[in-house]
């Protein structure tokens, strides 16, 4: 009996002990395929992605632009990276010539968005843009809206005038050049909003600066803005102030009345806001009466460019361009 319970106890251990290993090699489990790295090919550098970077007085920065921030750009140009302020920078534009860095181009004129710079930075950058404006009756400033030679200015500049001569003042390796361009042609005049628009036909060989027009309409009291003309012929003057009123009635037209000393010789030149923007046009100052002076706003410029045929001056009427002598005194009687 005890036999028989001792062989039924080893059997019993026996199937409860785990089975030994397995020394057979486990069924393979497929891999995943390894993806291998495909070639990088080195991305072509297209011709729109290379910018023409102006930094004014003639200085150009050509490459490619790999990032801009609200300080600075930053430029490829083949051999090193170079770190441009933002400030600097008077224009971007491909090297097809198309306009980039938030610049838009209208038929003639173009609006930007430019940095604030101080009154010697602006006046550095935008001074050759503005011109000089000679006429038989008198002289008086201007200021390039477009390359292809159109030139705001004061209707009393040009008044019975067909053609006059533009005065532009190009900086070079030994400081501004200036150059006359003859016989411009008055191409349109509003004599209500005391506005005249010049066609200058330029020298091949003479590359224009333009100006960039901006929302007067977001100027305010107490706003810094500054003048460059010719006030009695000197030329390149630059003035400073404020807008002392924003909508002042002067002579049937909405002006901005400015701090900005404005004397005979600024008509018909740029009033610029911080930012370099042309914000109005200096027409008219009480002389002997300090800070007491208008511009008109350039929402009113706007309008005229945009309908420039509309007030399109037709050049073969006998009555323009003709100045006629004031008729003599009468004769006093004797006594």
């Not at 097809?96 to 609006?111: F, H, N, S």
Request: aromatic letters at 6%; a neutral charge; charged letters at 20%.
């Amino acid at each position: 009996m005890v036999p028989q319970m001792l062989v039924a106890t080893l059997a019993t251990l026996f199937c409860w002990q785990d089975p030994a290993p397995s020394t057979a090699p486990a069924p393979a489990v497929p891999a995943a395929p390894v993806a291998t790295p495909a070639k990088q090919e080195p991305t072509p550098v297209r011709a729109d992605a290379v910018e023409v970077l102006d930094l004014g007085n003639g200085n150009r920065i050509q490459g490619r632009v790999l990032r801009t921030t609200e300080t600075h750009v930053f430029v490829d140009v083949g051999y090193d990276v170079l770190k441009v302020p933002t400030a600097a920078v008077l224009r971007r534009e491909t090297v097809d010539g198309q306009r980039t860095g938030g610049i838009v181009r209208e038929k003639l004129w173009a609006r930007a968005e430019l940095p604030e710079r101080s009154v010697t930075e602006g006046a550095k950058v935008m001074g050759e843009a503005v011109v000089k404006i000679e006429a038989a009756g008198g002289q008086g400033s201007g200021f390039v809206t477009n390359e292809e030679g159109w030139v705001v200015t004061n209707f009393h500049v040009v008044a019975r005038e067909v053609e006059v001569d533009v005065v532009v003042y190009s900086l070079g390796k030994n400081g501004f050049e200036p150059r006359t361009v003859r016989k411009c042609k008055v191409a349109a005049i509003n004599p209500h909003m005391d506005l005249a628009l010049v066609k200058m036909e330029a020298p091949s060989d003479l590359k224009l600066k333009t100006v960039f027009l901006g929302d007067s309409e977001t100027m305010q009291v107490g706003d810094t803005v500054y003048a460059i003309g010719a006030p009695i012929g000197l030329d390149r003057t630059v003035s400073t102030g404020i807008i002392s009123v924003t909508n002042r009635t002067f002579e049937g037209r909405c002006h901005f009345q400015i701090t900005t000393p404005i004397n005979p010789g600024n008509s018909g030149g740029p009033l610029f806001n911080l930012r370099g923007e042309v914000v109005g046009v200096n027409s008219s100052g009480y002389t002997g009466l300090q800070g007491l002076n208008f511009a008109i706003p350039t929402k009113y410029v706007i309008d005229f460019l945009n309908n420039r045929d509309a007030f399109a001056l037709d050049n073969t009427r006998r009555e323009n361009g003709v100045h006629y002598l004031p008729a003599p005194q009468k004769p006093k009687p004797a006594k």
